[in-house]
């Protein structure tokens, strides 16, 4: 999985290698190209800019950070446009963070956060 979507952040600064799969079911406007893609994610490039500003060595950042996606998932309008969970129908959001605020809640459990 690509951080954010940012693919530029994980190629040079996580240097992250290899090949990233595509869904079975493609939006024909929002081609998977993975690593090769140069696309900016605007979110992901401030997130992860911020990070290695603060601490320009991954390895350093990674013994002492644990980054969790609360919604690791991308929905697309038919227009190809991100349609971010806020505007789902509302019962389809509401299950969909309830799922993802239980997920979140077992990562904290199983890494021990205290703070």
């Given at each position: 999985?690509?951080?954010?979507?940012?693919?530029?952040?994980?190629?040079?600064?996580?240097?992250?290698?290899?090949?990233?799969?595509?869904?079975?079911?493609?939006?024909?406007?929002?081609?998977?190209?993975?690593?090769?893609?140069?696309?900016?994610?605007?979110?992901?490039?401030?997130?992860?800019?911020?990070?290695?500003?603060?601490?320009?060595?991954?390895?350093?950042?990674?013994?002492?950070c644990?980054?969790?996606?609360?919604?690791?998932?991308?929905?697309?309008?038919?227009?190809?446009?991100?349609?971010?969970?806020?505007?789902?129908?509302?019962?389809?959001?509401?299950?969909?963070?309830?799922l993802?605020?239980?997920?979140?809640?077992?990562?904290?459990?199983?890494?021990?956060?205290?703070?």
């Open positions: 999985q690509v951080p954010f979507g940012e693919a530029w952040h994980v190629r040079e600064w996580l240097q992250v290698v290899g090949g990233v799969k595509k869904p079975p079911l493609e939006h024909p406007k929002r081609p998977v190209l993975g690593l090769t893609c140069r696309r900016a994610e605007v979110s992901g490039a401030r997130f992860w800019g911020l990070v290695r500003t603060l601490c320009p060595d991954p390895h350093v950042f990674f013994r002492h644990f980054v969790h996606n609360h919604c690791p998932l991308l929905f697309l309008a038919s227009s190809g446009r991100n349609l971010p969970p806020t505007e789902l129908p509302p019962a389809q959001r509401d299950r969909l963070m309830g993802c605020d239980q997920v979140l809640a077992r990562a904290v459990g199983l890494l021990g956060v205290g703070l």
